[in-house]
T-cell receptor, first 117, second 114 residues
Framework: GAVVSQHPSWVICKSGTSVKIECRSLDFQATTMFWYRQFPKQSLMLMAT?????????EQGVEKDKFLINHASLTLSTLTVTSAHPEDSSFYIC?????????????FGSGTRLTVV | AQSVTQLDSHVSVSEGTPVLLRCNYS??????LFWYVQHPNKGLQLLLK??????LVKGINGFEAEFKKSETSFHLTKPSAHMSDAAEYFC????????????FGAGTRLAVHP
């Protein structure tokens, strides 16, 4: 149980286009999901906290107009990279925590490799 | 403020020998601590977690970690490394309770040689 599905696993897009990444909790409801960005050989950096039915909370330095987050249901959060540029190329990972107690481990998606050309 | 320091960016061991990945944390509150493993171009898999119960935590794939409050450490160990253990390992801290942010360490890349 406690599976988070992320789609697509990889995507290549042209500069100036937008890309949408989906994060689904398959067997539990997630009122909160998290979006991370990981540069090569580096750790994960939290970009934003996605809240079902309300606005996302962005970390300092993350452009909310650039990285649009929508959490319209209890099982789906989407991250849209708008007007993508090569510097947006990265590995994006989402996570959610199953409602099994306050300190249950977070479950992560398998990640999306975005390459902007 | 919470922070996590993984003391080694790279660790190299021979297959069959013990593994030690070191992690120190800083937290003003009772922390929850996790170890995650990441294989190349993959998401993160939870190895084990400490949540104020037993200080010696056993995880999957033979890994375990000991929470030492006096040393603010949560080192990850395994008695005998396997080739499939080669991956990136992250030590992570979270405040107790609620949907608080996870603070990631910089990661330790474990290489296992035949």
């Amino acid at each position: 149980g406690a599976v988070v599905s992320q789609h697509p696993s990889w995507v290549i897009c042209k500069s100036g286009t937008s890309v949408k990444i989906e994060c689904r909790s398959l067997d539990f409801q997630a009122t909160t999901m998290f979006w991370y960005r990981q540069f090569p050989k580096q750790s994960l950096m939290l970009m934003a906290t996605s809240n079902e039915g309300s606005k996302a909370t962005y970390e300092q330095g993350v452009e909310k107009d650039k990285f649009l987050i929508n959490h319209a249901s209890l099982t789906l959060s989407t991250l849209t990279v708008t007007s993508a540029h090569p510097e947006d190329s990265s590995f994006y990972i989402c996570s959610a925590r199953p409602p099994a107690g306050p300190n249950y481990g977070y479950t992560f998606g398998s990640g999306t490799r975005l390459t902007v050309v | 403020a919470q922070s996590v320091t993984q003391l080694d960016s790279h660790v190299s061991v021979s297959e069959g020998t013990p593994v030690l990945l070191r992690c120190n944390y800083s937290s003003s509150y009772s922390p929850s601590l996790f170890w995650y493993v990441q294989h190349p171009n993959k998401g993160l898999q939870l190895l084990l977690k400490y949540t104020s119960a037993a200080t010696l935590v056993k995880g999957i794939n033979g890994f375990e970690a000991e929470f030492k409050k006096s040393e603010t450490s949560f080192h990850l160990t395994k008695p005998s490394a396997h080739m499939s253990d080669a991956a990136e390992y992250f030590c992570v801290v979270s405040l107790s309770g609620g949907y608080n942010k996870l603070i990631f360490g910089a990661g330790t890349r474990l290489a296992v040689h035949p």
